[in-house]
């Protein structure tokens, strides 16, 4: 019997590792090897990108969360340790140690092991009681029920996780502040453009968007042993009021695992284009895995990302001929907007706008020179898919033809 | 409720019964249905549920908008003029019977 490949981490990257394996291994193709799936959380794989749109809203059931249903694992008579950690890994014996004792041999190792969110230092008020990152589903379930009517939320940072969990606010009635220390809300992801519209959006559904502001720290109430936090102070001076905070910061990829195991790491688990770590028996996926695209080592932090990496360390396991080339897309919610974005803008060098068929719709569309490389979305489907069609396709429509919106976008993918 | 099938290439059926107001795709993760993916959880972002709809049942399930239309140019197996991406299927008495054939990229 050929040895087992053990998944660490039991997210989307994971989900779609022993998806695809074992639908692979159900046509008769790979070695059809045991796989044991170890997770950290308590529970199987989920869908993570709810957690701050409509589970967090209570739109969404939490049965509808998961990708499989928990007995399908058992039925695919795949081994599962959840609520367990794997602390370390020999990779000359190929074995691993896991939190609660065991030593387990692999023959493959997938590390699936994804990112944390960045907190707040401890100085700046990081471990009061009532500030909230947002990441796994326990995180959504803590913050959830502090969604009160009349409270006042702060958000530390302009990000979609920070903006996302704004509009969800909004919709329970509390009153809203974000802070974002750079010039601009989502700086680091978007074109002004982009950041203009949601600004816009957030400050129409009266969110106090506060922009080239630094938060000093986290204050909190002074009254005998309650630790809870109650404000911030901000480096012009101001104090805010909070009755509850979300830092949403940014996330750093999980690599202590791979790093102690002797692994490269560069911005992440360094992978080639095959997923494969610095030990050709060790592979990694999603979040935690870097990897090349244009002369840089990059990370997507994306349901994309994780789905077809996992989809493709299966493939090449089981032998197919496969290297990663994904054509990236994103997607968020925030109040009745829809934001969809197809492909990268890494490296834009300009960008143009295209009204939307309908009211309230936008497309913002990066260029580096007269190269298409990415669109942004917003309530234009047809826009995200046409553009996503003409990346895919290596078409790059001359910007004029994109910003006149007398043109016929259909007729533009089909050149 | 809508008893559904579906037919993979090689050969499976796979049969359940779908509450109504359920989309296809979560029905088809939820019975294990192989290569329909739905990995944007059906908002029309990802064309990874792709499915080919019975001939026979081409009247019931009705028209393709524009939107669903153009993702399904970006399917890893090419699109027929019987495909959907099943996450825009909603299960309701008028489906009872619906047979899917599910491509294998």
Redesign the interface.
Same mark, same amino acid.
């Given at each position: 019997m050929p040895k087992p490949i053990v998944i660490v981490g039991a997210g989307q990257a994971a989900a779609?590792f022993v998806?695809r394996h074992?639908?692979l291994a159900?046509?008769g193709i790979g070695n059809n090897e045991p796989l044991i799936l170890i997770g950290e959380e308590p529970v199987p794989p989920y869908?993570r &990108?709810?957690l701050s749109k409509a589970y967090m809203s209570g739109d969404l059931e939490r049965d509808?969360l998961f990708?499989? &249903?928990t007995q399908?694992y058992s039925?695919q008579n795949i081994t599962t340790y959840f609520n367990t950690r794997v602390d370390s890994i020999d990779p000359q014996l190929r074995k691993l140690k896991t939190s609660d004792g065991q030593t387990i041999d692999y023959g493959k190792l997938i590390l699936c092991t994804g990112s944390s969110p960045l907190s707040l230092p401890t100085r700046m008020g990081g471990d009061l009681a009532g500030v909230f990152t947002l990441r796994n589903i326990a995180d959504a379930e803590a913050m959830a029920p502090e969604l009160v009517l009349g409270r006042k939320l702060l958000i530390v940072g302009g990000g979609y996780i920070g903006l996302e969990a704004a509009a969800v606010a909004r919709k329970f009635g509390l009153d809203v502040t974000v802070i974002e220390m750079a010039e601009r809300i989502l700086q680091r992801v978007a074109a002004p453009q982009t950041s203009d519209f949601f600004r816009m959006l957030h400050q129409q559904h009266d969110v106090d968007v506060r922009e080239s502001t630094q938060l000093v720290r986290l204050t909190q109430k002074s009254d005998g042993l309650n630790s809870r936090v109650d404000g911030a102070e901000l480096a012009n001076g101001e104090q805010l009021e909070a009755d509850l905070v979300l830092v949403g910061i940014g996330g750093r990829p999980n690599i202590k695992l791979a790093d102690q195991s002797g692994l490269d790491c560069e911005n992440g688990i360094a992978v080639n284009q095959i997923c494969q770590t610095s030990n050709p028996d060790i592979f990694s996926a999603g979040d935690c895995a870097s990897f090349m695209r244009n002369g840089q080592r990059i990370r997507l932090e994306s349901?994309?990302n994780a789905?077809d990496q996992g989809d493709l360390v299966a493939r090449v396991i089981a032998g197919e001929a496969v290297t990663y080339d994904p054509l990236p897309?994103?997607?968020s919610?925030q109040y009745d907007c829809?934001l969809?974005i197809a492909g990268l803008n890494m490296g834009y060098t300009q960008t143009v706008i295209r009204p939307g068929s309908k009211p309230g719709g936008q497309s913002v569309w990066y260029y580096a020179q007269d190269k298409l490389l990415a669109v942004d979305a917003m309530n234009d489907?047809?826009a995200?898919?046409?553009g996503?069609?003409m990346i895919?396709a290596g078409l790059h429509p001359s910007p004029d033809l994109i910003a006149d919106p007398a043109i016929d976008l259909?007729t533009v993918s089909k050149k | 409720m809508a008893k559904i099938t579906w037919k993979t290439e090689d050969g499976k059926e796979i049969s359940a019964d779908v509450k109504d107001g359920l989309n296809l795709m979560e029905a088809a993760i939820a019975n294990d249905v192989p290569d329909v993916d739905g990995d944007c959880g059906g908002c029309l972002s990802c064309a990874t549920c792709h499915v080919f709809v019975d001939e026979a049942w081409l009247e019931r399930t009705g028209e393709v908008d524009d939107i669903e239309d153009t993702m399904l140019e970006m399917t890893d197996v090419e699109r027929r003029d019987n495909s959907r991406l099943s996450c825009q299927l909603i299960a309701s008495p008028e489906l009872d019977g619906l047979v899917l054939h599910v491509p294998a990229p």
């Open positions: 779609s998806s074992k639908a159900n046509k869908q &990108p709810p509808r990708i499989r &249903p399908w039925e349901v994309q789905a897309w994103f997607w919610d829809k969809q489907t047809m995200y898919a046409l996503r069609k895919g259909k | -």
